[in-house]
T-cell receptor, first 118, second 114 residues
Framework: AQTVTQSQPEMSVQEAETVTLSCTYD???????LFWYKQPPSRQMILVIR??????QNATENRFSVNFQKAAKSFSLKISDSQLGDAAMYFC???????????????FGKGTHLIIQP | EAGVAQSPRYKIIEKRQSVAFWCNPI?????LYWYQQILGQGPKLLIQ????????DSQLPKDRFSAERLKGVDSTLKIQPAKLEDSAVYLC????????????FGPGTRLTVL
């Protein structure tokens, strides 16, 4: 079974600064997806960015980018020019690409609480 | 496009009572998931449906939890009887079921068991 580890329960950053959230995972599979989700107090899970493991190029979405190190099984999220609206819980998640029987539920880490200091 | 709908948004019950949650996925989404998110933790998969069939229920506590998706659209998750440790947010998500497809989450139901 896959596991996802987020070692930072909480991170704080000044508005307009850059912050990096860490995520490591354990898997024996070669093809899979990795995601970062944002969960504000409203509880709505919002997709921030996703990465296909077979792609070497790191995914980027506006101010959000990832550093995907497949050999190290590391998938960190960098948020540039932090904004007050970025404050939320951030979850790293793993999804098998070819799970047996079609089972492909996301496996989540425990999350990192991101605080933005004005 | 309408999102994933869930009801109720909040529920408070006494332990040993029964409770049911409802989820309506995005139209046309074949795959539906129920997750349990205990405070301070990441969501944990309870059950996955493909149309009206169960694909994965390996983490569902079957002695007290049950779920169904009779017509391959709406789904109901039931807890009977509830325990204190069932207090959590229950999230429903849906996808088209294609590899690489995007996931859409509902707003969740917050359950408090007293």
């Amino acid at each position: 079974a896959q596991t996802v580890t987020q070692s930072q329960p909480e991170m704080s950053v000044q508005e307009a600064e850059t912050v990096t959230l860490s995520c490591t995972y354990d898997t024996s599979e070669s093809d899979y997806y990795l995601f970062w989700y944002k969960q504000p107090p409203s509880r709505q899970m919002i997709l921030v960015i996703r990465q296909e493991a077979y792609k070497q190029q790191n995914a980027t979405e506006n101010r959000f980018s990832v550093n995907f190190q497949k050999a190290a099984k590391s998938f960190s999220l960098k948020i540039s020019d932090s904004q007050l609206g970025d404050a939320a819980m951030y979850f790293c998640a793993y999804r098998s690409l070819f799970a047996g029987g079609g089972a492909d539920g996301l496996t989540f880490g425990k999350g990192t609480h991101l605080i933005i200091q004005p | 496009e309408a999102g994933v709908a869930q009801s109720p948004r909040y529920k408070i019950i006494e332990k040993r009572q029964s409770v049911a949650f409802w989820c309506n996925p995005i139209s046309g989404h074949a795959t539906l998931y129920w997750y349990q998110q205990i405070l301070g933790q990441g969501p944990k998969l309870l059950i996955q449906f493909q149309n009206n069939g169960v694909v994965d229920d390996s983490q569902l506590p079957k002695d007290r939890f049950s779920a169904e998706r009779l017509k391959g659209v709406d789904s109901t998750l039931k807890i009977q009887p509830a325990k204190l440790e069932d207090s959590a947010v229950y999230l429903c998500a849906s996808t088209l079921g294609l590899a690489g497809g995007l996931w859409f989450f509902g707003p969740g139901t917050r359950l408090t068991v007293l």
